[in-house]
């Protein structure tokens, strides 16, 4: 039952004391985030992964890529535990290492690799968070580095200052929506076709961009809707739009405002009691803010329940299961990024975490 899983996962804790520590992403359902010592956006999580924690073992409640970042950014000794190692993201499974080295070649066929007058490089690789190790490694070695939603204006204008154009992967919205804001045509962001020779990729085009967009997309974030915002406008006239950088960019235009996780808990908490939100981002994660905030109206802008269903996975069972195990002395579903991959993804990491102190 449920009063047994709390019970075992309570008891496990309390024996573990520091030895371990759990971390919990916005979007875990209330079962799990309830036993986070520390719950937070993927970029909070990477640094908490960092300085937060002497614990020998660290629980990762959130997907694969963000426990790969959290054994690259802890200590050696730390053991990175993901509960359910079938918890991924499909967003991040939508760019490969050999996809993205075929379009990195192709890019450098058509650009060049030589620098400009002004010493700027012809492409820069930007790797969102939500990626494999492999990619961030990919950018580490290739003078790239990485961004997550709450930092991805700051990471573009970095990546701006160093090259003539990005390179942005896995996801189109965060990329198009982050330069778009930033004064970038969406002329100068193409989409990347994998599946075109380059000259299917129109090399004009390709020569003009600021951004060259991989196809990727979150399937909980693509299913927002302008409809759905006109309909939250009538039923509740007043009501602020907040919604994730992960939109589609119609969404996000027409939203009154978007931002990280973080952001948006920010902008609830700051926000006149009486406040109507209607919020763009996933399920569990506005639940709980319209349980902490009973002084706000907060509803989700899809009528239909759209958890992330991979975030999903992590169950109090398989919390209970890990625990238990430590406790017994046993390391379960650890997440070790191999030292090759590894210490390139620190180097594109460590240029993010330099980026936004
Ligand atoms: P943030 O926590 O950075 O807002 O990212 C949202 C997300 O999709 C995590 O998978
Ligand atoms: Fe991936 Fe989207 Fe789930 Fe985030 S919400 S883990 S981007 S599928």
């Known amino acids: ?30 079962e799990v985030v309830q036993y986070a010592d520390f719950i937070g956006d993927s970029y909070q999580l990477a640094r908490a992964a960092t300085e937060k924690t002497r614990a020998e073992a660290i629980i990762f409640c959130g997907v694969h890529f963000m426990a790969e970042t959290a054994d690259m950014l802890s200590r050696p000794e730390q053991a990175v535990i993901l509960p359910n190692l079938a918890a991924g993201c499909s ?17 450098a066929e ?6 400009d007058d002004d010493g700027r490089v012809p492409v ?24 997550t939603s709450s930092n991805a204006a700051a990471v573009l204008e970095w990546a701006f200052q160093r090259g003539q154009r990005v390179l942005f992967f896995p996801d189109q919205h965060l990329g198009r929506n982050t330069a778009k804001a930033m004064g970038v045509s969406v002329e ?50 007043g009501v602020r739009v907040i919604v994730h950088p992960e939109c589609p960019m119609e969404v996000v235009d027409a939203a009154d405002e978007s931002g990280s996780t973080d952001y948006i808990r920010k902008a609830i908490e700051a926000a006149a009691p009486g406040t109507t939100f209607a919020v763009g981002t996933e399920i569990n994660m506005v639940n709980r803010l319209a349980s902490e905030h009973p002084e706000h109206t907060i509803f989700c802008l899809d009528p239909v329940i759209c958890p992330c269903s991979t975030m999903y996975r992590i169950h109090p069972g398989y919390l209970a299961w890990v625990l238990e195990a430590l406790v017994a002395g046993t390391v379960l579903n650890r997440i070790t990024v191999a030292e090759s991959v590894a210490s390139p993804s620190r180097v594109a990491l460590e240029r993010m975490l330099a980026v936004q102190p």
């Not at 047994?4 to 520590?21: F, P, Q, S, W």
């Open 1 to 30: 039952t449920d009063e047994e899983l709390d019970l075992r996962i309570l008891a496990a804790k309390a024996t573990l004391g520091d030895r371990a520590v759990i971390l919990g992403h916005f979007y875990q359902r209330d």
């Open 124 to 147: 820069i690789p930007v790797t969102y968070m939500n990626s494999s190790a492999a990619l961030k490694g990919f950018c580490g070695r290739n003078g790239g580095i990485v961004c």
């Open 91 to 107: 967003m991040a499974d939508m760019a490969d290492i050999d996809s993205v080295t075929d379009c990195w070649e192709d890019l």
């Open 188 to 237: 100068q962001m193409p989409l990347w076709n994998p599946r075109k020779p380059l000259g299917g990729n129109e090399e004009a085009t390709l020569q003009d961009s600021r951004v060259i967009l991989w196809h990727g997309f979150c399937s909980v974030h693509k299913r927002f809707s302008v409809d759905q915002i006109d309909k939250a406008r009538a039923d509740f006239p």
């Open 110 to 115: 058509l650009f060049g690799t030589e620098p």
